[in-house]
């Protein structure tokens, strides 16, 4: 290892340290939060129902998706939701609905946050991907077909 490596290395962990121990950074404010049945549902109707209660979400202009029409490779689709023209978005999710488990991800806002993500996802096939937007107490939703020519789940 060369030493300008591990001096690197060290000082980012002690930075680390002193921020836990002063209280700057705590373990609870890290962590993520795990919706066991939403990721393990099998289905669109039982992921959306077990993340926000229910599965009924309205298309909107207000919410923008932005994903490739063509995927080349499906294990790394780049996908965006920007919802941020909307008044108290509390969380996003990004849905694939022909995954074997169709919830991909979901993100939680809080206060002022601004409504937008920006990630890679898997997917097995050619099929629709929907980002799905709370705000305000109500679902909102944009849905778009994504094309893949080489499946990232299994195929």
Excluded: H
């Amino acid at each position: 290892m060369k030493r300008r490596s591990f001096l690197k290395a060290t000082l980012a962990t002690g930075a680390a340290t002193v921020a836990v121990s002063a209280g700057l950074l705590t373990p609870t404010a890290v962590l993520a939060s795990w919706n066991k049945k939403a990721f393990e549902a099998k289905s669109v109707d039982e992921a959306m129902t077990g993340i926000f209660g229910s599965a009924n979400a309205t298309a909107s202009a207000d919410v923008k998706l932005v994903a490739p029409a063509i995927a080349e490779n499906g294990a790394v689709t780049p996908v965006s939701v920007d919802a941020s023209g909307m008044k108290g978005v509390e969380s996003i999710a990004i849905v694939a609905t022909k995954n074997p488990t169709p919830l991909v991800c979901e993100y939680k806002f809080s206060g002022g946050a601004q409504g937008f993500v920006s990630t890679r996802i898997r997917m097995g096939s050619t099929q629709n991907v929907m980002g799905v937007v709370k705000a305000g107490g109500k679902l909102y939703k944009a849905e778009q077909e994504v094309r893949v020519t080489i499946g990232g789940c299994g195929g």
